[in-house]
């Protein structure tokens, strides 16, 4: 579904040096890796906010380059950024239509926010609720809610767990499993907490200083000593 090679990009100087990245229809692949490797750098290359200097990305069988940025969620891909980036003054409803702009999103809203509220039942009970007002967890939910409701074939997410406390950050990648396993939905997850990013994939890179520097499923990473010398502390 999504193939990246020999991927360079960055900005006044090269942040991702030769990335090579393939996640194939209803996979679960995290990037793991330090702070600064490039994950947000890569997410940003796919939608278009950065431009590589080399490589290609074919979304679908299409060249994803060739694509305007504001035409890529109608392609199916839907970013959910770091920090969440929710509009605040609007209702948790407001947000979620947001995220409905895409043709498809329009297409199946009825469908998708029936999905949404079972799969983040939060989001039906604060509907009416200003999105500035929830808590940093609820917010998480509705951005992933406002990803869902554009109708992705891939959903992007860039450190869903970040600033959460452990047991809520829990509860966003056993959500994501879940979702993943009712809906089949292709999931690309970027993120700094390696052990709960493995176990809720399916395949793994690890992103060191902006080149992969080692792939495999989640079993063998998870076994990996390298792995688990830097990134589980065993
Ligand atoms: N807009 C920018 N202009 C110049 N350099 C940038 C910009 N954004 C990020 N960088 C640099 O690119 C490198 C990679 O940053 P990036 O945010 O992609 O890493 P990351 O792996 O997502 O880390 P983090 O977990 O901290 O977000 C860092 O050295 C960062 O300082």
């Known amino acids: 579904m999504l193939h990246i090679e020999g991927l360079t990009s960055g900005y006044s100087i090269p942040v991702l040096n030769d990335v090579s990245i393939k996640v194939e229809e209803g996979q679960f692949v995290a ?10 750098t890569l997410f940003k290359t796919i939608s278009g906010i950065v431009r590589p200097s080399t490589g290609t990305i074919r979304f ?16 199916g891909i ?7 980036q929710v509009f605040p003054s609007l209702t948790v409803m407001e947000n979620l239509e947001m995220g409905a702009m895409t043709e498809a999103g329009q297409r199946d809203w009825k469908h998708n926010i029936e999905r949404i509220f079972e799969w983040l039942p939060i989001l039906a009970e604060r509907r009416g609720q200003f999105a500035g007002t929830l808590s940093g967890g609820q917010q998480q939910m509705l951005a992933i809610g406002r990803g869902l409701a554009s109708s992705p074939k891939l959903l992007m997410l860039d450190e869903p767990s970040m600033g959460l406390a452990p047991t809520i950050a829990d509860f966003i990648f056993e959500r994501l499993i879940e979702i993943r396993r009712q809906s089949n939905l292709t999931i690309l997850l970027v993120e700094q907490r ?3 990013a493995l176990e809720s994939a399916d395949h793994g890179y690890v992103l060191e200083a902006g080149r992969v520097a080692l792939e495999g499923n989640n ?5 990996d000593d390298r792995i688990r010398k830097a990134y589980l502390g065993m």
């Open 219 to 223: 079993q063998t990473l998870r076994a």
């Open 194 to 196: 390696v052990a709960e």
């Open 60 to 75: 679908a069988n299409q060249d994803l380059l060739s694509i305007r940025p504001a035409q890529r969620a109608h392609l």
């Open 78 to 84: 839907a970013h959910v950024p770091e920090g969440r």
């Open 31 to 40: 990037i793991v890796g330090p702070n600064g490797a490039g994950k947000t």
